[in-house]
């Protein structure tokens, strides 16, 4: 209910301890295993950035995904057998701008995305908790327009370029206007609990106070196994009109479809 009516909900310790914090312990395996490559990838404070694909390095993460409640509720709201697209690992919070997912994970037909936080340890406020405006989810923003008008105003770009320039508006506009379409929440989550969000919701990391406390915490992408999910050339350049051909195919674990879809690294 609180998916339709706020966009957002928090499923309380869902995960068993245990797992989080073998997927912490899994991390600082694999750091050992590639000091060099963790090092290249450090941010200017020198802490590592966010893990791609984490779960197909970490059996514990493969098991976080595929928690049989969390997918039987995806089941029942996709209307459709639920799959993990792709999953990003934080060891620190992401102070990370608002913004929507839909751009970046788009389906046809639109909207059969959410995205899966799970809280790795218990999250302190001065590590910068997720945030997110309640009821903005509802807001409209038209990236047919968007993609029109980017085009008439920069045909000196390549398509590419241009394509980046409608996202820059459209994440812009999605950033002014959710304040006023939506309540601004900070989740509070504790190791175990889970958030789920509605792909329209606007959401980011809050600012941290103490940007170098941990944060630990996977987000899952999740759309169903009969849906391909693309990313925004996809939500631009094909909104409305026929699916872009498919990406990516599956491998399996815990009787769920798991994209193939991008190995383990940062995102730098
Ligand atoms: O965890 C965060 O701070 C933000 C994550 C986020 O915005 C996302 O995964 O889309």
Redesign the pocket.
């Known amino acids: 209910m609180d998916l339709i009516t706020k966009g957002f909900t928090i499923l309380r310790g869902v995960q068993d301890p245990a797992l989080c914090q073998q997927v912490i312990d899994d991390y600082y395996r694999y750091s050992r295993e590639n000091v060099g490559y963790v090092d290249a990838c450090r941010d200017d404070l020198g802490r590592e950035r966010r893990m791609v694909n984490f779960h197909r390095y970490s059996e514990a993460s493969m098991r976080l995904g595929t928690n049989p409640r969390v997918m039987a509720i995806l089941d029942y709201l996709f209307g459709a057998e639920a799959s993990v697209y792709t999953s990003?690992t934080?060891k620190f919070?992401?102070?990370?701008p608002t913004?929507r997912?839909t751009p970046?994970f788009s389906t046809w037909p639109e909207g059969y995305f959410f995205?899966v936080?799970n809280a790795l340890e218990d999250i302190a406020p001065e590590s910068?908790?997720?945030?997110y405006f309640e009821g903005a989810h509802r807001m409209i923003v038209d990236q047919v327009s968007i993609w029109r008008e980017a085009k008439a105003k920069r045909p000196d770009l390549s398509e590419a370029d241009q394509l980046l320039y409608a996202l820059d508006v459209y994440n812009g506009e999605v950033a002014i206007r959710a304040p006023e379409n939506g309540v601004y929440r900070l989740a509070e989550m504790k190791r175990g609990d889970v958030a789920i969000w509605h792909p329209q919701t606007p959401?980011?990391?809050?600012p941290a106070s103490d940007p170098m406390r941990s944060?630990w915490?996977t987000?899952f992408?999740c759309a169903p196994a009969d849906k391909q999910v693309h990313q925004h050339h996809g939500f631009f350049l094909n909104a409305g009109a026929a699916e872009p051909p498919a990406r990516y195919i599956f491998s399996e674990a815990h009787g769920r479809k798991i994209a193939v879809a991008g190995e383990p690294g940062f995102q730098v």
């Open positions: 990003l934080f919070g992401t102070q990370q913004h997912d970046h995205g936080w910068g908790p997720l945030f959401h980011g990391g809050s944060r915490s987000v992408h």
